[in-house]
Each structure stands twice: as structure tokens, then as C-alpha cells.
Nanobody, 114 residues
């Protein structure tokens, strides 16, 4: 079985920072890892992802503020979030992909107060 364990969410004031982490447990060859988020009443959207080659993708709304990184040996992905805005408030979900499957974490709440 594959499980994703997330940590690092919480409440922060606008302009503050948070760091999310996610570790993939289980026997899986990971091809890409990333973070998605879902705000109330909205669809889940990609925030950032990184593949095995180290190539990263970011949503336009977070470019220059968020940074994704990955420790392949630990099967862990991090999301450093700086200059947070109230619009960043959402449940953040970790995602791990193999060649055949897609795995999700349980989600961690990030709330940014104005």
C-alpha cells in the first residue's frame, strides 16, 4: 500500500510563510510529486509540481512566492510558501505519481488571515 503523509499547514497572517512537507510511504517508483489546493466552492487546482528530472511547474498565482523542492532519497516533497495572501487559503493536497497510478494525501488546511 502507498500512503502520503502531509504536515505543515496552519493559520498565518497575510505576508507570512509556511512550509508544507509530504512523504510517500510504500513501494512505489515516483515519477513526479506535487501540491494541489482546493478552496471552498472551487475546483482543485495545481499549485506546483516537480518531476524526476527536477523540472518544476507553478500556477501563475504563486510564481515568485512559492518554491517546491524534493528529496528523492526520502520520497519527500516540500512546498515553501512565502508572502501568503488570503486567496491562498485552501486545503492543500500532496500528490505522487507513478507510471500507472496517482496517489493523494489526506489534505492539510492552510488559512491566511488578512
Amino acid at each position: 500500500q502507498v500512503h502520503l503523509v502531509e504536515s505543515g499547514g496552519g493559520l498565518v497572517q497575510a505576508g507570512g510563510s509556511l512550509r508544507l512537507s509530504c512523504t510517500t510511504l510504500g513501494s512505489i517508483y515516483i515519477t513526479a510529486m506535487g501540491w494541489y489546493r482546493q478552496a471552498p466552492g472551487k475546483q482543485r487546482e495545481l499549485v506546483a509540481s516537480v518531476n524526476n528530472a527536477g523540472s518544476t511547474t507553478y500556477a501563475d498565482s504563486v510564481k515568485g512566492r512559492f518554491a517546491i523542492s524534493r528529496d528523492n532519497a526520502k520520497k519527500t516533497v516540500y512546498l515553501q510558501m512565502n508572502s501568503l495572501k488570503p486567496d491562498d487559503t485552501a486545503v492543500y493536497y500532496c500528490n505522487s505519481q507513478s507510471y500507472t497510478s496517482n496517489y493523494w494525501g489526506q489534505g492539510t488546511q492552510v488559512t491566511v488571515s488578512s
